[in-house]
Nanobody, 120 residues
Framework: QVQLVESGGGLVQAGGSLRLSCVAS??????MGWFRQAPGKEREFVAA??????IYSDSVKGRFTISSDNAKNTIYLQMNSLKAEDTAIYYC?????????????????WGQGTQVTVSS
């Protein structure tokens, strides 16, 4: 059974940092990434790491960094210079495809999400 389990969310002041983790079990994936959903908004792409590419949304580029530990089947999202508008539930996603994409429909598995709240 495939599972994605996120951790690392919490409450932080604007300008602070958090690191999210996502551990995949049950199989390995070529691409893993992060999406987020703020209250009253649609889920949006944040960052993803595939085999040939790593991509970020414009809103987090330069502030967030996605990385992976293949031996642990884990990905991380280091979030620096956090803003109030980064407040959302952050979801880990995994895809069989080797090419990272911003399209949520291409991701086969999803975690339950972890709350990130940035106070201004």
């Amino acid at each position: 059974q495939v599972q994605l389990v996120e951790s690392g969310g919490g409450l932080v002041q604007a300008g602070g940092s958090l690191r999210l983790s996502c551990v995949a079990s049950g199989r390995t994936f070529n691409t893993m990434g992060w999406f987020r959903q703020a209250p009253g908004k649609e889920r949006e792409f944040v960052a993803a790491k595939g085999v040939p590419n790593t991509i970020y949304s414009d809103s987090v580029k330069g502030r967030f960094t996605i990385s992976s530990d293949n031996a642990k089947n884990t990905i991380y999202l280091q979030m620096n210079s956090l803003k109030a508008e980064d407040t959302a539930i952050y979801y880990c996603a995994a895809a069989v495809s080797a090419f990272a994409s911003i399209r949520s429909a291409l991701y086969n598995y999803w975690g339950q999400g972890t709350q990130v709240t940035v106070s201004s």
